[in-house]
């Protein structure tokens, strides 16, 4: 148990659903990150929040849109997805400090999503 | 364009053996590198490494950061089968535009049997 809970753990959705990720951080942290992995490649950043504001956007898809109300709540909501889309979306938080640096990231178990 | 690669892509040993993993990166603005294990789910925490030259060691495993040559290695001595997973690197940024960014390598599966 990391302190990063993701919630559906799977997802299965139609091409032209709505669905929402959710993800809750118990650790204190300020920054959040929404990561998508698929078979046979690297982990992919998508999203960075720090301190609530979004300070990365990968050049994702806007049929991918992600909400972060405050420090320890990150959704990543779903439009009009392709099958490609298919993956495990991770969600991840880290401790900050003042300089910018970057600590270790704790992940949540992800979320199996499939696109159909 | 920022970089990090794994070798080897695999491996299969048996348990009580010895093994390497290699990491070598190539990205501007470098802070530090890290080392996650993935078994089923969530990828959890290792190491990370800021400075080079320095060990790092937690149980069977350790872990050192050569800044000169770009690389870092991840040794499992005394391997059991559940040290069974995927083991992940990747470098951190030091603040600016990159803050908070990790860049992950395509990640070694490592496969111990009894």
């Known amino acids: 148990e990391t302190g990063v809970t993701q919630t559906p753990r799977h997802l299965v959705m139609g091409m032209t659903n709505k669905k929402s990720l959710k993800c809750e951080q118990h650790?204190?942290?300020?920054?959040m990150y929404w990561y998508k992995q698929s078979a046979k490649k690297p982990l992919e950043l998508m999203f960075v929040?720090?301190?609530?504001?979004?300070?990365e956007n990968n050049s994702v898809p806007s049929r991918f849109s992600p909400e972060c109300p405050n420090s320890s709540h990150l959704f990543l909501h779903l439009h009009t997805l392709q099958p490609e889309d298919s993956a495990l979306y991770l969600c991840?938080?880290?401790?900050?400090?003042?300089?910018?640096?970057?600590?270790?990231?704790?992940f949540g178990p992800g979320t199996r999503l499939t696109v159909t | 364009e920022d970089k990090v690669v794994q070798s080897p892509l695999s491996l299969v040993v048996h348990e009580g053996d010895t093994v390497t993993l290699n990491c070598s990166y190539e990205?501007?603005?470098?802070?530090?590198l890290l080392w996650y294990k993935q078994e089923k789910k969530a990828p959890t925490f290792l190491f990370m490494l800021?400075?080079?030259?320095i060990e790092k060691k937690s149980g069977r495993l350790s872990s050192i950061l050569d800044k000169k040559e770009l690389f870092s290695i991840l040794n499992i001595t005394a391997t059991q089968t559940g040290d069974s997973a995927i083991y992940l690197c990747?470098?951190?940024?030091?603040?600016?535009?990159?803050?908070?960014?990790?860049?992950f390598g395509q990640g070694t599966i490592l496969t111990v049997h009894p």
């Open positions: 990747a470098a951190s940024f030091a603040g600016g535009t990159s803050y908070g960014k990790l860049t």
């Open positions: 650790l204190g942290h300020n920054a």
């Open positions: 800021t400075s080079s030259g």
């Open positions: 990205v501007t603005n470098f802070r530090s």
């Open positions: 929040y720090n301190f609530k504001e979004q300070t």
């Open positions: 991840a938080s880290s401790p900050t400090d003042v300089a910018g640096g970057t600590y270790e990231q704790y």
